[in-house]
């Protein structure tokens, strides 16, 4: 494993997605650095509502519906993100699952921050109005690898849309289409030895076919957008390759709407090709460290979940993440 005491390569950055938000997310960070405060401030002003309030008050309800929790993850990822550059900090490359992607384009400044506001909360309002409520599911595949689930989702299928949402981790895979073709996909997995098949607590079956429509109002909205080369490589979701231009940032950003994440290819990616051995997730929670910790083994991670964490992380990263 590498040494978490001393490493001479740059970390990768990674951005976390719908499911790691929580009451009280980024008031530690605002309320310490006011850098993170400005962030939070200028989506309080772009966006024209209390979103800080909203992330670090609630009400809970309120924040996990997809058009506020798609821009109150991103503030607060930006809000970390904003300390981490203060700091001098730089990553070699960033990845963001889902959601996070846009949270990775903007610490690359291929995309501006205001501007990604605006697009996350269309994009949240667009994804939830896709498919009427109700007739959508997601679940969450344990203990079957992701051939198999994808098996079983071909076969449960019948007619209806059921196809493989998440590639999130070696025997974790999240399946998503029409509500009833995912329960049958669940009761058939179960059948097939997974460890465990639930339906996930979301209305809409997102990264599928089913999001076409979102998809075809995003590309016009993201064709409208001003974007920039990024300054080091986004590995994005759709293909887990390497973006370094401003084009195919935003073309990634489009098909990734209605494509499956394709995290574990993602993470591989940067651990071999890109020779990352060390892992930051800026923004709340720990989610993808624990996907990254079963994807790729060797590796070292890291949650800046608190502020707390930053001091030790610049120390256990200095030199390379102070920028001397």
Request: charge should be negative.
């Amino acid at each position: 494993m590498a040494n978490p005491e001393a490493t001479d390569t740059l970390p990768a950055w990674v951005f976390p997605g719908q499911g790691s938000q929580k009451v009280g997310m980024g008031r530690a960070w605002a309320e310490r650095h006011p850098e993170a405060r400005a962030a939070f401030e200028e989506a309080d002003d772009r966006l024209g509502f209390a979103l800080s309030t909203l992330c670090w008050e609630g009400p809970e309800e309120e924040l996990r519906r997809t058009a506020n929790t798609q821009p109150a993850l991103l503030a607060t990822s930006v809000a970390i993100l904003r300390v981490l550059e203060a700091a001098g900090a730089r990553p070699a490359a960033a990845a963001g699952h889902s959601l996070g992607e846009y949270s990775a384009l903007v610490a690359a400044g291929a995309l501006d921050y205001g501007d990604a506001l605006a697009l996350v909360r269309r994009r949240g309002e667009l994804m939830q109005e896709a498919v009427p409520e109700g007739e959508g599911a997601m679940a969450a595949i344990l203990g079957l690898d992701a051939a198999a689930v994808q098996e079983v989702a071909a076969e449960a299928a019948g007619g209806q849309i059921c196809a493989v949402a998440n590639f999130n981790a070696p025997g974790q895979t999240v399946i998503a289409g029409h509500a009833p073709a995912v329960e049958r996909a669940i009761a058939l997995a179960g059948a097939r030895g997974a460890r465990k098949a639930v339906r996930l607590p979301v209305s809409a079956p997102f990264h599928t076919p089913l999001m076409r429509p979102a998809r075809e109002a995003m590309a016009e909205l993201l064709a409208g957008t001003r974007f920039e080369d990024p300054a080091f490589p986004v590995v994005v979701n759709a293909d887990a390759v390497p973006v370094t231009s401003g084009e195919a940032a935003r073309d990634a950003l489009v098909r990734q709407i209605d494509s499956p994440v394709r995290w574990v290819e993602s993470i591989e990616r940067m651990a071999g090709e890109l020779r990352i051995e060390s892992f930051v997730e800026v923004g709340p929670g720990k989610v993808l460290c624990a996907l990254i910790r079963r994807i790729a083994p060797g590796s070292v991670q890291a949650s800046l979940d608190e502020p707390d964490a930053l001091a030790e992380l610049l120390d256990r990263h200095s030199p390379t993440l102070d920028g001397d």
